[in-house]
């Protein structure tokens, strides 16, 4: 009986190391099969406000495509939304007689062409006074005077016309040897023996036998540049200037001059006028100059 009573105790504590045992092996196992709890997160509110989205690091082109795409939208819905305006309407006109084109808007520009009478011209444009018109006949744009005695144009369509600005001129219009040259000075038209009249004054008035190709000089004197006497020849539309001579030539070894060049020669006084007004014969065309008297 002794021996047994002194056995039980080992007997318990056995026991009990097997049942610690066991519950360490339990709770081990069951911590490696069950996922650790993530810290809860509060809800989030109805109306709280959605994470901002991320913000890419902008380029030049990304930055303009940005910018111009809304522009663009926005311009679209407006043209959408806004009827297209009508294209203005064309405005034509007809020469009511033979008048000439010009570089600019005055007569103090050079003539570049002509428009025979009952022309239809398109008109483009306008001087800021209306007394001139730019005007479209095919390719060629000039101006001509918008006088109603030589053209017939709906002056109500032209309140709608652009005013064009007038091109520089070249040359010193109020210059008395240069408006000599383009509105007083007699002309004669050199042919091989004889003359013939093509202007009782300047080159801004030449009558109408006048023609592409004629030579022009004064009626009375010479137009003389240093030792040599220069004349105008009529070339497309417009003059330029050539040397008597017809193997001379000019600095740069150039045959002709533009008229822009020939006048301010004239300005300057390196062309001279021999000539006056009035001088009788001369080269003896009656009625060329209006102040000669046979």
């Given at each position: 009986m002794q021996s047994k009573s002194k056995s039980n105790p080992m007997l318990i504590?056995?026991?009990?190391?097997?049942?610690?045992?066991?519950?360490?092996?339990?709770?081990?196992?069951?911590?490696?099969?069950?996922?650790?709890?993530?810290?809860?997160?509060?809800?989030?509110?109805?109306?709280?406000?959605?994470?901002?989205a991320p913000i890419a690091t902008p380029t030049a082109g990304s930055t303009q495509n940005a910018v111009a795409e809304p522009v663009a939208a926005t311009q679209k819905e407006s043209a959408a939304a806004?009827?297209?305006?009508?294209a203005p309407?064309?405005?034509?006109?007809?020469?009511?007689?033979?008048?000439n084109g010009r570089e600019g808007p005055s007569t103090s520009y050079p003539k570049i062409g002509s428009l025979p009478e009952k022309t239809e011209v398109v008109v483009t444009g306008k001087n800021d006074d209306g007394g001139w018109l730019l005007v479209k006949n095919g390719p060629d744009e000039l101006w001509v005077s918008?006088?109603?005695?030589?053209?017939?144009?709906?002056?109500?369509?032209l309140a709608n016309l652009?005013?064009?600005?007038a091109p520089f001129l070249a040359y010193d219009a109020a210059n008395p040897k240069v408006q000599e040259v383009l509105d007083k000075i007699p002309l004669v038209v050199h042919h091989e023996a004889s003359n013939t009249c093509a202007?009782?004054?300047?080159?801004?008035?030449?009558?109408?036998?006048?023609?592409?190709?004629?030579?022009?000089?004064?009626?009375?004197?010479?137009?003389?540049?240093?030792?040599?006497?220069?004349?105008?020849?009529?070339?497309g539309g417009t003059f330029v200037l050539i040397r008597e001579n017809p193997v001379a030539?000019?600095?740069?070894?150039?045959?002709?001059?533009?008229l822009a060049e020939a006048l301010n020669l004239f300005a300057r006084g390196d062309i001279v006028w021999t000539g006056s007004f009035g001088e009788w014969p001369a080269r003896g065309v009656p009625g060329c100059d209006p102040a000669a008297k046979p």
């Open positions: 504590g056995v026991a009990v190391l097997v049942i610690i045992a066991l519950i360490l092996a339990g709770l081990f196992l069951f911590s490696r099969s069950t996922p650790p709890a993530e810290p809860s997160l509060p809800a989030p509110a109805e109306n709280a406000a959605q994470p901002a806004e009827p297209a305006a009508a309407a064309e405005v034509t006109a007809i020469t009511r007689t033979a008048i918008g006088d109603p005695e030589l053209i017939d144009v709906d002056r109500d369509l652009p005013v064009m600005p202007s009782n004054g300047g080159l801004n008035h030449l009558l109408p036998g006048v023609v592409a190709g004629n030579v022009l000089g004064p009626h009375a004197g010479d137009f003389v540049l240093g030792s040599d006497n220069v004349l105008f020849k009529v070339d030539r000019f600095e740069g070894g150039k045959e002709s001059l533009p």
